[in-house]
């Protein structure tokens, strides 16, 4: 099994796992149109300490008076004290969340979930494949690579948007373009701007600009269907085991602890033995992608 | 076990005994079926009884429960509940205890939920044996025999009820008796196992479960799921009556005019069509056909991966219970006698 889960300290599971934390909203940016970055920080201080995560996990977070959903965390545990949520705007929850300013209070609860194989990584190569929002939870592997560079082998980042004007953490993206100890590959599908300098076409025309040696890389991919389908047909075809890719999948959530049966694939429950799969799991469970 | 025998004419006396331990529910009649009801009067139970139609499931994870309640400055709170509260079943099936066992399972693991785990603690659970309708399946699934989860368990020999003591607080009730039980005779052990063998023969239905993960691995793609999506109705009275089916849904309810609220949980069903949609319009089970087959799979299959055995415990509410007549052991059935053509 790859997957495992001894990478952070646990944290405590609180006496009632369904109640949520009061954190501050401390800075809102907006990304685009419907998409916004909430940066959160809890108002109990000890919270603040205690919260631990692994990149890959998730929070669920409520809106008082609204409901709750599952958003992953973009931020790296190794900038700790804050957590930074990207949500797209999409139904009820996340449109009263996007009513709500800075200072405002939500309750968050978890981390929840899986997370990436961080310690089977090591020693690896790490290839980031993401597709517009897909960068969401990528991030936050991104960001703890690039932390603990010493860690891995090399590293790739591969992110395709519709348009520069769609590309999500833009500054942050282009900046990476700079460092040597990333090959950051940005890619368009198309840029009506005309400001654009950079590559146009679609993440998977991004394989044919690297060379990569599947049997020391772990793949890590995340977007929206059409990314995961062609995608995927690159990294087999590049000769990579069905167990060094690793997606997040996406599911109904109610509890996020294994108890509301919503999340369930054939026979897992995507927010205990997910979100992040291999390839190889998501194939064999009915019904996976 | 501890195990002890009350003579059937001290039933009554012994009833009285335990409402100190709690208020007292039992199955009683109504409409010419039976339900779990608060007793007004000990002579309202039934204790002979085939099925009632919602499982003690109710008294676990009611239907509707709050779970929190949020204040405007205070952020959630679980509210003032009743889940402290003392209550007594008495008469429940070795099958729906059995049922309470499985979701006990669900309801600890990583995260144990204490709106849960209250309630069991603070339900006593008064046990006793039944006779086998033609809708009963236990005796397959394994589920006609239990040895815990309950506090006391009674079953009919005759002029007694032999006592199966399964807590220390099923032994506080029977010491709060004083002098009501009694010690069992070898000649008392001898007709438990002569009944007990009698009631074996007594089933109607019998469905081999040991190779049902692999029967039903071979049989994913069997139009067998295509008939039944057809038939079902996605009215999810299965999943209600069903013992072992736990699915909930959570939602806020605002206080009008203010961000105070209650959230809270209410039954689900994995057959209504919205319990795999996301945001965004996609929906994993969209068509009848799979949400049918999903159900069956998580108990017969998806549950033996998890826990090691079928979640199902073969109460019969569920054929009870369907509109159209779905039948769990004859889709079972139908499941194993598929033969595949040949293509050739
Ligand atoms: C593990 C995980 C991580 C996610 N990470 C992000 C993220 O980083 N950014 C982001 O913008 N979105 C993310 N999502 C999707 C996000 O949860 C949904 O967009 C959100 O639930 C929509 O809620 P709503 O109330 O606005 O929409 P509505 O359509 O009104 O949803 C009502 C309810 O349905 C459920 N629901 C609806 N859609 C989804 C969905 N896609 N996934 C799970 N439950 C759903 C929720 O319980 C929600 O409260 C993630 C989903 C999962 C499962
Ligand atoms: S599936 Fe049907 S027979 Fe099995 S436990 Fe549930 S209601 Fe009873
Ligand atoms: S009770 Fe029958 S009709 Fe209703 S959801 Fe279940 S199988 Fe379908
Ligand atoms: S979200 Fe409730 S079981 Fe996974």
Not at chain 1, 142 to 167: C, E, K, Q, T
Not at chain 2, 235 to 255: H, I, K, Q
Not at chain 2, 273 to 297: C, D, M, P, Q, W
Not at chain 2, 318 to 328: E, K
Request: with cysteine.
């Amino acid at each position: 099994m790859l997957l495992h889960t001894d990478t952070a300290p646990p944290l405590q599971p609180a006496a009632n796992p369904y109640q949520p934390y009061m954190a501050r909203i401390v800075r809102i940016q907006k990304m685009l149109d419907d998409t916004r970055v909430f940066t959160l920080r809890f108002l109990d201080e000890s919270m603040v300490r205690s919260f631990r995560h692994r990149p890959g996990q998730f929070v669920m977070l409520s809106i008082p008076g609204t409901g709750e959903a599952p958003i992953s965390i973009s931020s790296s545990p190794t900038r700790p004290e804050i957590l930074e949520l990207c949500v797209r705007r999409a139904g009820r929850m996340t449109s009263s969340l996007f009513r709500l300013s800075t200072n405002d209070v939500v309750g968050v609860r978890g981390p929840y979930g899986n997370g990436f194989p961080v310690d089977d990584i090591r020693g690896n190569h790490l290839l980031l494949a993401a597709g517009g929002l897909g960068m969401a939870p990528l991030r936050s592997l991104l960001w703890y690579a690039l932390d603990n560079r010493h860690l891995f082998d090399g590293v790739i980042l591969m992110y395709g948007s519709r348009s520069p004007a769609d590309m999500l953490f833009r500054d942050e993206m282009l900046s990476l373009a700079g460092r040597d100890d990333v090959n950051c590959m940005l890619t368009v599908d198309a840029d009506p701007s005309g400001a654009w300098t950079g590559r146009i076409g679609h993440l998977p025309s991004l394989f044919d600009h690297v060379t990569l040696e599947p049997a020391r890389t772990y793949a890590a991919v995340c977007g929206p269907p059409v990314v995961y389908r062609y995608v995927l047909e690159r990294l087999l075809a590049a000769g990579f085991s069905k167990d060094r890719i690793l997606m997040s999948l996406e599911r109904r959530m109610k509890c996020g602890i294994g108890k509301c049966g919503h999340c369930s694939v054939g026979y897992k429950y995507t927010c205990l033995q997910g979100p992040i799969f291999t390839y190889w799991d998501a194939i064999n469970l009915p019904e996976m992608i | 076990m501890k195990i002890l025998k009350l003579p059937k004419d001290k039933l009554d006396y012994f009833a009285s005994v335990v409402q100190q331990f709690g208020e007292v529910h039992a199955p009683v009649e109504q409409d010419g079926k039976y339900v779990f009801k608060r007793l007004t009067r000990w002579s309202e139970a039934r204790l002979a009884y085939d099925r009632t139609i919602l499982p003690p499931k109710k008294y676990f994870l009611p239907p509707k429960e709050p779970l929190l309640v949020y204040r405007p400055g205070e952020g959630y709170v679980a509210p003032a509940g009743d889940v402290q509260h003392r209550l007594v079943l008495f008469g429940v099936h070795a099958c729906d205890v059995y049922a309470l066992n499985i979701l006990d399972l669900v309801f600890a693991g990583k995260y144990p939920d204490p709106y849960y785990q209250a309630r069991r603690k603070n339900i006593a659970i008064i046990g006793i044996d039944c006779v086998p309708d033609g809708k009963c399946f236990c005796r397959s699934m394994r589920a006609d025999f239990v040895d815990h989860g309950f506090d006391l368990f009674f079953c009919d020999i005759g002029g007694h009820y032999l006592t199966f003591v399964g807590s220390a607080l099923g032994d506080d009730m029977v010491l709060a008796t004083e002098t009501l039980f009694e010690t069992v005779s070898p000649a008392d052990i001898d007709e438990y196992k002569r009944r007990s063998g009698a009631k074996h023969e007594a089933f109607q239905l019998d469905v081999e479960i040991r190779d049902l993960p692999e029967i039903f691995e071979m049989e994913y793609g069997s139009a067998i799921w295509d008939d039944l999506g057809a038939q079902c109705l996605s009215c999810g009275s299965c999943s209600a009556v069903c013992p072992t089916c736990y699915c909930f849904d959570m939602n806020d309810e605002a206080v009008l005019g203010s961000r105070a609220g209650t959230r809270s949980r209410n039954w689900d069903s994995c057959l209504f069509s919205t319990h795999a949609l996301v945001a965004g319009g996609e929906n994993f089970r969209e068509s009848r056909s799979s949400r049918i087959k999903f159900r069956f799979y998580h108990k017969q299959r998806g549950f033996v991966a998890e826990y090691g055995r079928p979640s199902c415990v073969g109460c019969g509410r569920c054929i009870t219970a369907c509109p159209v007549d779905i039948d769990i052991v004859e889709v079972l059935a139908a499941l194993r006698e598929t033969r595949h053509a040949a293509t050739h």
